[in-house]
């Protein structure tokens, strides 16, 4: 499932879901199911540069995603986005089996009849069959997702404003969909055999998707995230006076008026005993795993039941939170179950400098075999 032009080798892949902007160079091998990834890059821009997946600030990502190309010697040119945001329409059905023309007209049907006047761009997954309950007649198990046309022609223009080729708009949850249809997560956990939940902790939202044997059979995006922490680490070193540059700005050597005077995430440690020494910190700490441990007990539990799934064995965490030190052991203590950061995937290669949590919707986006 993909927006997309065409195929290529080895392209330029940006995830612009939120306002620190990855990029990444790798290719995807269908052979062996592999992804090699070459460079990497991370982009701290402003707050509101990025807004749930809309640009905001166009001349501003622009310029500062020009610079990182060719501060990392990128020479791609044709580029794939992946994003997500309000305006992602997500839906799963089951419809009679059909010819291909017949099912497209069902799915456009059952999409756009819930009632929109803006026009959209639709793409399914066929991922299984079903028996009706009244007739045991086959049907098709079909995911379903539709995004506005006016948002994929922003980001076409996007990318022409940095003269690249667009090559595929894809969404971060068929990303994460492609990428953990298999293999070993940490070198332990085998993806096929297991029943996971991979949380992806970023700045603003949060997103818990259950993985049920290498398919996702939910995925919960929650509009709140780690950013309160940030802020208040900042407010507490600026009182301290300590003078440090934001771990994201080093990884490039890039700076910007927010990005210089941010203490580095992995230099905040989330533990209940470290962050009780600053009641401020302590404060915002509480108030995100709060919302946090509530998010994961609730979607765990809804999924046991409503799926009729294994019980959830490890939890996974990704995206930029995953960065803070101990979050994985606090939230471990919380929830009562195993949490780990998601280290490793034995499908996905890359530099030395690699840290995977880091890039996992670029990573997926590289795949395109739907």
């Not at 070198?187 to 044997?213: F, H």
Request: charged letters at 20%; aromatic letters at 6%; proline letters at 3%.
């Amino acid at each position: 499932m993909d927006f997309s032009i065409g195929r290529g080798g080895s392209e330029l892949v940006i995830d612009c879901s939120s306002s620190d902007l990855k990029i990444a160079v790798g290719n995807y091998n269908p052979k062996s199911g592999n992804i090699m990834i070459d460079t990497i890059g991370i982009i701290p821009l402003e707050t509101d540069a990025i807004n749930d997946g809309a640009i905001a600030d166009s001349f501003g990502i622009v310029m500062a995603v020009k610079h990182a190309i060719a501060r990392l010697g990128i020479r791609n040119k044709s580029c794939i986005i992946t994003t997500e945001g309000a305006f992602v329409h997500t839906r799963d059905l089951e419809l009679p089996i059909a010819k291909e023309e017949q099912l497209k007209d069902m799915v456009k049907y059952e999409v756009i009849g819930q009632g929109t006047n803006r026009d959209l761009s639709i793409d399914y997954i066929v991922y299984g069959t079903t028996k009706d309950a009244e007739t045991n007649a086959d049907k098709l198990k079909i995911r379903a997702t539709a995004i506005p046309t006016d948002t994929i022609k922003d980001y076409r223009e996007f990318l022409k404003e940095m003269e690249l080729q667009p090559t595929a708009l894809d969404m971060n949850p068929n990303a994460v969909r492609k990428l953990f249809s298999q293999g070993i997560i940490n070198g332990n956990v085998n993806i096929t055999q297991s029943t996971l939940l991979l949380i992806e902790l970023a700045s603003r939202t949060t997103t818990v998707t259950v993985l049920d044997k290498g398919f996702p059979v939910l995925s919960r995006r929650l509009q709140f995230g780690h950013s309160n922490i940030r802020q208040v680490a900042d407010s507490v070193k600026k009182l301290q006076g300590t003078n440090q540059q934001s771990s994201l700005a080093r990884r490039l050597s890039i700076t910007t008026t927010d990005a210089a005077a941010s203490v580095p995430i992995e230099d905040i440690d989330v533990w209940n005993e470290t962050v009780a020494n600053t009641p401020a910190l302590q404060s915002a700490v509480n108030a995100y795993f709060k919302s946090l441990v509530d998010a994961v007990s609730r979607t765990a539990q809804f999924s046991i039941s409503k799926y009729h799934i294994d019980t959830i064995s490890t939890c996974f965490l990704y995206g930029s939170g995953a960065g803070y030190k101990k979050i994985d052991k606090e939230l471990s203590r919380q929830l009562g179950t195993q949490v780990e950061i998601l280290k490793t995937l034995s499908t996905v290669s890359g530099p030395k400098n690699f840290e995977l949590y880091q890039f996992i919707n670029c990573c997926g986006a590289l795949i395109r075999k739907d």
